[in-house]
């Protein structure tokens, strides 16, 4: 090996090779020299150190200090190692053949050949091959592209210090060589605000570990219990929350909820899965994530399959239900402690509901898969909602009959009220979850069509039907209700949700409309809910013109006009599919301004009572006097639904034309003719722009879209969407059925 020494410009020493001993005195006087290392014990031009005699040259002065080395390890080598000792530095550089004569050394000597005969010269060519800038080098590695030094971290080897000079410390090894990456993939992290985000990521999770490691299932029941109620307690902060969502601790938790036991049947974990499930719901875009998960929604619609108000634990605890109840849904007294923990959270940290809204474990898990994506929801799902919706649905109809006897329209809150107190706002979420299968949304492939038909087909002959005209009912009266105007909100939208699901049951479905029509309130139904909409929308207009408007009041306003639009849309369906619908609405008796009294909910008793075909034209009347695009399109689709009412029923046709207004029929059919004319040509551009967006998104052969019943919702969301194409005819068959009769007229 090489021993450091001092290198003048005028003094070099030059160490000639003595000839080569025996080998058994060499092993004995000295160590033996790795075999790697004799191409450097030849002559050397630096003052080599040997444990043999050497003559110095004689024209060259010899070097005070003559080291000798000490045992090296052979992979402790490293021939290309820069080392720096004080002012002067010494190098180790391969020299050519064909400088070896200048040098005064001989290039066929004894001394340039290595243990194997070979030529020191020729062993070391590739130390004379170019080198890569250093251009080259940052354009390798990177350093130019990225924002982080990416230069990975080389020792610099330590400089020994006087008394090991020469030597090489005991035991220090050679560093690895760092690996390669490719360019752009030096350093996984890029800046410091990753490195600080993921050091906040760790922090937070090892300050959480403690909560996963309750949940193995290894621990007690209890253990688990406590764990999982204290993670649900948690996320009810929101910078909690804000954490978690950043450390991707809401698919872990998920997971760990799962592995113990959340969903498997147990009382307590199953209310508390759902609880979390309805927390991470909060944000949908935080929901996306954990509904990607293959168990998430055939979990949640799987315990919804089970629950009814008989035996839904957080239900029960809500309506102040009786030890006897809590005992025959099978639920202990350590339970019910929990579960009334698990409720007061629910209700005063959560932020989920109003505090006036009953808290139960259905209204959680379909308050989570309605904010959900559609797509996330199959065909075998649908029995489950189907379940919920028709248990829930059954107080309805006897409500209905006990308030027209006089009676309170919910029962009052009691240990035997939990029975007849429906859920509305799970109603609603339930109804538009079926709004969105019925629009085709959910992941149903055409295999599954059949068995989406026969469900349907079921649900119309369990009288699904009777059902939804009695929430629409009840959801009327709580409206009107003084008493009940904490539920106004929740009734309102509920009574949306029912319209819609009617809207897109009945479209072109003749059975289905038979099923609406052969209940007795039906009719009397949809007038109340046109009229009363149309009424309280006036209402709010006259607010809005004395400056005594509020946002409340403005959302009000554009609610009754959609109100008012599904109605006519489930209106002119029934129309449109069962000729009888022109008797029964010509013979239906209304008051426009009916107060909605008790005695009135079958049919309006009122003494000032007229057809129903004057109240619609009433309300046609009031919006041509508005100049709103709201308004002509209201108007517009009034005049296709009086040209369905008119046709092939003279007695309708006389009655409407003494009810509208102008000065002889002729002009009464002209303005008619002209106002379905613009709503065709709009209804015709909506619908193909409809149409084009759904074949984009989905597939490029699809059939036009139509809105159910005509109608579009003023708050930007239509009443249903459907693969027909007989809209546009039927508009174009009224205007034709129009235009005849009015030049009929002289």
Known sequence: MLARSRTEGSVISISSTSERGSG???????????????????????????????????????????????????????????????????????????????????????????????????????????????????????????????????????????KSKGRRKKGLQEEPLPKLLPNGMINDLKSITELRSKGERRRFLDEVGYLFEGLDAKCGLGVRRGSALEIVTKLCDIDFARRAKAADFLGRAWEVLRDAGAGNGDKVLDAILVFYAALVARDPTDLLDLAAKSDFASTLHRILSSLERSNDPLWLISTDAGAAEFKTAGVTKSEVTLLGSLQRLIRKKSALFEETELVSSRLLISQALAIASPSAHTISHLPALLHSLSAEMNPFAPRVDAYISGLSLLPPQGPSSYLDTPSLLHLDNCLRLLDSCLLGSWSISAEDIPTQTAALVDLRKQGFAKALLALCTTCDIIMQEKELADHRAVASKCIESALRVLINLTHDDLPWCQAVLDNELSMSTIMRLIVMAQRQRRMFEKRAEAEDIDDEDADNAARCLDRMCLALGLLTNLVQATPETRETIGDALLYFDCPGKRGCIRGCRCAGRTSALACLAQIYSQHLSSGSELDVVVRGHMAVLFGLLMECAPDNQRALLDALPGPSDREKLDALLQHAQDFTLFYVTLTRKMAEAQGEGQHEDSELMEVGGGVCSPAGRPTGVFKDSKGEAVAKGVIAFLRKLRDQRS
């Open 24 to 162: 058994d005195a060499e092993a004995s006087s000295t160590h033996a020299t790795p075999k790697t290392l004799r191409t450097f014990q030849s002559d050397s031009i630096l003052g080599s150190p040997s444990g043999r005699p050497s003559t110095p040259s004689p024209s060259k002065a010899r070097l005070p200090d003559d080291v000798s080395s000490p045992p090296v390890r052979p992979t402790l080598v490293n021939a290309n190692v820069r080392t720096y000792a004080g002012k002067s530095r010494s190098f180790l550089v391969a020299v050519p053949q064909s400088q070896a004569g200048s040098l005064g050394l001989d290039s066929h000597s004894q001394g340039l050949l290595d243990d194997s005969g070979t030529m020191f010269g020729e062993s070391q060519e590739d130390d004379f091959e170019m080198r890569e800038s250093y251009s080259e080098l940052r354009e390798r590695w990177g350093v130019d592209a990225s924002e982080d030094d990416p230069r990975p971290p080389s020792p610099v080897p330590a400089s020994p210090s006087p």
